[in-house]
């Protein structure tokens, strides 16, 4: 009864969808509305304890600390599962792939990759999997899942190296247009002063932007 009043009390509030969202993605075995009452509990006992240990009212301060902690022990759990399904991501697109070209559907591939998948990889694309059967549109289904894997955070690591390399192969003629201006800026007269120079700087310009753009397309992935 308590515990369902606490629920209707803050059941509206983004921190306490947010915390819910969490638990249930950690796995956890207890719901969020018990984990809470147990903090409590916790934190209530704990400054009781300090409090009588030190002699001191101010060791009420340290059940402060129960709630934080469980909310650090929670997204622990949840960063480690979100991890673990990064690394594995890898190896079940290329189970993906590989079923794609044997002929499967989308959605038979996607459960064969599931079938070989370890977990977490597994329980998640089941989830879309199942709701697909339910009615649920497949861009809709792995939408929730990239939302709870944030799968948009791990792409742009993934295609870090991609970006880095793009703005490195931009920035090294520059620099090194540079550097000989510095020490002899008389190296690069026939790029200004003839045709042919002129025309391979309109050539480098040409190849530098079209290089911008075609490594930009290839680490842009629209999810």
């Known amino acids: 009864m308590l515990a369902e009043q606490a629920q209707r009390r803050v059941g509206g509030q983004r921190w306490w969808q947010n915390f819910e969202r969490d638990v249930e993605l950690g796995g956890f075995s207890l719901s969020a509305v018990t984990l809470a009452g147990w903090t409590v509990i916790g934190g209530i006992l704990g400054s009781i304890a300090f ?7 101010w060791g009420l301060l340290i059940g402060l600390i ?5 909310r650090f022990v929670v997204r622990v759990r949840v960063s480690r599962k979100r991890a673990a399904f990064g690394e594995q991501l890898p190896d079940n697109l290329d189970v993906l792939a590989g079923s794609l070209r ?3 559907s989308l ?3 996607m459960s064969v990759m599931m079938e070989g998948a370890d977990q977490p990889s597994r329980t998640e694309f089941r989830r879309v999997i199942q709701d697909e059967q339910l009615g ?3 861009d809709q289904a792995l939408m929730v899942m990239m939302q709870r894997m944030e799968i948009r955070r791990l792409i742009r690591v993934l295609t870090a190296q991609g ?11 520059i620099a090194l247009t540079g550097f000989i201006l510095l020490i002899n800026p008389s190296h ?3 790029l200004f002063e003839r045709t042919i120079g002129n025309a391979f700087l309109v050539a480098w310009f040409v190849m530098m ?3 911008y753009f075609v490594i930009k397309k290839i680490v842009k992935i629209d999810l």
């Open 51 to 57: 409090a009588l240990a030190l002699q001191s009212l």
């Open 188 to 190: 690069l007269n026939p």
């Open 66 to 70: 129960a709630p934080v902690l469980m």
């Open 102 to 104: 044997a002929g499967h």
């Open 163 to 173: 970006r880095l390399a793009m703005w490195i192969l931009m920035a090294m003629p």
């Open 107 to 109: 959605i038979g591939a």
């Open 136 to 138: 649920v549109p497949i």
């Open 209 to 211: 932007v079209a290089g």
